[in-house]
């Protein structure tokens, strides 16, 4: 059974720009959840997706959004990106929303 | 929420078993105890988790205290693969499923 994936797997961008990350689950599983890592901060909750719906949302500014489609893939999007936004995105999915959540490798964004 | 404590690091000789300790002494009787670990550049990779009754797969075993205050992941004959942080984690639940909440884990380093 193939595993989440995630693309691209690292991004250079400059501050100001945008930029959209995608995430592919494990088949079958309806359930994808967004996460940041940064060394200062680890691995912090920026938002979940069930059925094409935002169900839960972490403590992010309103510059990190995301959707989902109907086939349960997500896509990720940072607008007016800062120095700050430069992290490891993780992304996870799950049956319904429950754990266990099965982790992708992430995108390493760097912003210049 | 439940919060987890854990050691900074441990060292381990490869093929001894390591255990790796973690305190949640305020956890409720209905939240699951959730242990992963993060090898260098890569996701987070689930490994079990557990109720009240031990749990063994694959992978590891994990002992919850009776109290359940308290839980140990054991590795059974560690390798140097096993080189990573390990994180034991109590889910937050939201308003509709849960989040995993990382805190910094405990590095363990397996030595030949």
């Known amino acids: 059974k193939a595993g989440v994936t995630q693309t691209p797997r690292y991004l250079i961008k400059t501050r100001g720009q945008q930029v959209t990350l995608s995430c592919s689950p494990i088949?079958?599983?309806?359930?994808v959840s967004w996460y940041q890592q940064t060394p200062g901060q680890g691995l912090q909750f920026l938002f979940e997706?069930?059925?094409?719906?935002?169900?839960n949302k972490g403590n992010f500014p309103g510059r990190f959004s995301g959707r989902q489609f109907s086939n349960s893939r997500s896509e990720m999007n940072v607008s007016t990106l800062e120095l700050g936004d430069s992290a490891l995105y993780l992304c996870?999915?799950?049956?319904?929303?429950?754990?266990?959540?099965?982790f992708g490798d992430g995108t390493r964004l760097s912003i210049l | 929420d439940a919060k987890t404590t854990q050691p900074t690091s441990m060292d381990c000789a490869e093929g001894r078993a390591a255990n790796l300790p973690c305190n949640h002494s305020?956890?409720?009787?209905?939240?699951?105890v959730y242990w992963y670990r993060q090898i260098h550049s890569q996701g987070p990779q689930y490994i079990i988790h557990?109720?009240?009754n031990n749990e063994t797969n694959e992978m590891a075993s994990l002992i919850i205290t009776e109290d359940r205050k308290s839980s140990t992941l054991i590795l059974p004959h560690a390798t140097l693969r096993d080189t990573a942080v390990y994180y034991c984690?109590?889910?937050?639940?939201?308003?509709?499923?849960?989040?995993?909440?990382f805190g910094k884990g405990t590095t363990l380093s397996v030595s030949s």
């Open positions: 984690i109590v889910p937050v639940p939201l308003q509709a499923g849960t989040a995993l909440i």
């Open positions: 557990g109720l009240k």
């Open positions: 305020t956890i409720s009787g209905n939240e699951y």
């Open positions: 088949s079958g599983h309806r359930s």
């Open positions: 997706y069930f059925s094409e719906t935002q169900r």
């Open positions: 996870a999915s799950s049956l319904q929303g429950y754990q266990p959540q099965h």
